[in-house]
């Protein structure tokens, strides 16, 4: 004879371990703003400070391989959300997996031209760059990984969790771009 308990609370809430997921993650979600925040900000004043500086960096940035990894990021931010909707979730956790690496292939394509130079600057700028591009290609990076560990067992609820760090990370490189690459 098998005996199955339902828990419920007296008010009717979700128990903790359903919800406790949710918090977390949108925990996550407000301190990696907080944290990108931060080093925006920092960049945004060091620009203010120096224009001079400022338009120098700008001259040596490849603005349309950071457009074309724009649109990469955000194509498969869209597969990253077909996905979380229950449309193919393994094959678009795979395609938006797909565009995080073409993104980070991008990426390094641009630092492989931008470093030399940035590299002899003794510029503030340049080492924010490097520091704010690098921590969110690392993100990229991560979550793309993630992105093919969760699309070999699609199940809902961690398809719309890894979505929405996905989107997370579109979010970050939509506010990193005006700030650092047309400011």
Do not use: Q
């Amino acid at each position: 004879m098998t005996i199955a308990v339902a828990s419920r609370s007296l008010d009717g809430a979700k128990p903790v371990s359903e919800g406790g997921t949710e918090l977390l993650l949108w925990i996550l979600v407000w301190s990696e703003l907080v944290v990108f925040g931060a080093l925006l900000g920092a960049f945004l004043l060091i620009g203010w400070r120096a224009p001079p500086a400022l338009a120098a960096f700008h001259s040596e940035l490849d603005l349309a391989l950071a457009g074309f990894a724009t649109a990469t990021l955000l194509t498969s931010g869209f597969f990253a959300a077909l996905a979380a909707s229950g449309r193919a979730p393994r094959r678009n956790l795979i395609l938006a997996a797909l565009g995080g690496f073409a993104f980070c292939a991008l990426k390094l394509t641009a630092f492989s031209h931008e470093l030399p130079v940035l590299a002899a600057s003794e510029n503030r700028l340049s080492e924010l760059y490097l520091l704010i591009t690098g921590f969110h290609l690392a993100h990229v990076l991560f979550i793309a990984i993630l992105l093919l560990v969760i699309a070999w067992r699609p199940a809902p609820r961690s398809t719309e969790t890894v979505a929405t760090i996905w989107h997370l990370v579109d979010l970050v490189w939509l506010l990193i771009l005006p700030v650092v690459y047309l400011g």
